[in-house]
């Protein structure tokens, strides 16, 4: 458990961090808002500064400009990417399960490191450890800070194509208990943009640009229009061929920040 209780006192950064720095916490939320939002100010997020300015140079599909200039929330991602071996006995993707904690308290600076650090000690957490032990564990540590789960559903436009799309889902999150549009802090969204990791392409997943998923010409959620993934640690499969039918686990832990959707008047 040792490499565990190290994870523990990790995670215990996010209090350290905001000891020394001060950003501004929210106090008075609206009243036609009880819950929901980001708990610190999201206005000294600029993705620009996390994306190395040859992002899209590098082959795949674009990362474009997001629409709207601050995210409505930063999140840390801890968890495990599933795959699955196709018959040309090439790992594919499975889906997943992530939990997402709210690092809006931490300045912009602290993220990739932080988020490279956590990524270390969840590696070296033993088998024993449960990825949903991880939710308990922070949120012991830095109550509050989990806002939901990310995983994969079969694409809603066409649930026989094979292909699966991602949600975000903030419904069972304590910071929404109270919010009247409770039911749809989720959403599911498409993936346009896809380029290798910067600093690892083999054993990082790619960067995504992920845009809110249109059912029957509307959207499908309410929790932000666009999302961006980056700060990869791990989360790829291996290189390598597999017995066809086999299933794989591989740990992840990024970021993901959301642009736009219903929360977006909570920013401060
Ligand atoms: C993937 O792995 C997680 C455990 O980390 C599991 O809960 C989930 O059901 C798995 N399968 C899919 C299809 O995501
Ligand atoms: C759904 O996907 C399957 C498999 O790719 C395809 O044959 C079918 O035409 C698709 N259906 C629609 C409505 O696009
Ligand atoms: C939800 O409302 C209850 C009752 O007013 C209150 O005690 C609780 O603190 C609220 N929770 C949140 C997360 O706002
Ligand atoms: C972002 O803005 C562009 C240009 O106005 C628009 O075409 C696109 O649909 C927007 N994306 C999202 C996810 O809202
Ligand atoms: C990427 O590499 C740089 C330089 O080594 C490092 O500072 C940064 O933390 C790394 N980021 C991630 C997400 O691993
Ligand atoms: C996977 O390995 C093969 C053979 O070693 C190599 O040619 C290929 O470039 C590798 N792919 C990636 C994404 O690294």
Known sequence: MYAFTKLVSALSLVAVANAFFTPEARHNTPATRPTGGSICSTKQ???????????NDHGGEPLPKPNSTYPVYTTLSVGMQNYT????????????YT??????????????????????????????????????????????????LHYWIPDPN?????????????????????????????????????????????????????PILYVDGKKDGQLADEVY???????????????????LQVKSTLNFWLFGGAWENTIF
């Not at 929404?176 to 600093?199: H, K, M, Q, S, W």
Request: proline share 9%; charged share 15%; aromatic share 10%.
């Open 229 to 247: 993934r980056f700060n990869s640690n791990g989360g790829a499969p291996p290189n390598n061929t597999c017995p066809p039918g086999s299933v």
């Open 99 to 148: 939990f997402l904690f709210d690092i809006s308290c931490l300045p912009q600076a602290h993220h990739a490191k932080f988020t490279s650090f956590v990524a270390a000690l969840w590696d070296a957490a033993p088998p024993t450890v449960a990825n949903e032990q991880i939710i308990d564990l922070f949120e012991q540590v830095n109550p509050g800070t989990a806002l939901g």
């Open 158 to 210: 066409n649930a026989t194509s094979g292909k699966i799309n991602a949600v975000w889902d903030f419904t069972k999150s304590e910071r929404y208990v109270n919010d009247t549009n409770r039911a749809n802090a989720f959403l599911v969204a498409a993936e346009t943009g896809i380029v290798p990791d910067p600093n690892d392409s083999v054993a990082n997943s790619p960067w995504l640009y992920e």
């Open 45 to 55: 997020f600029i993705l620009a500064n996390e994306l190395p300015a040859d992002i």
């Open 85 to 96: 071996c196709g018959a040309d006995s090439t790992w594919g993707p499975l889906g997943g």
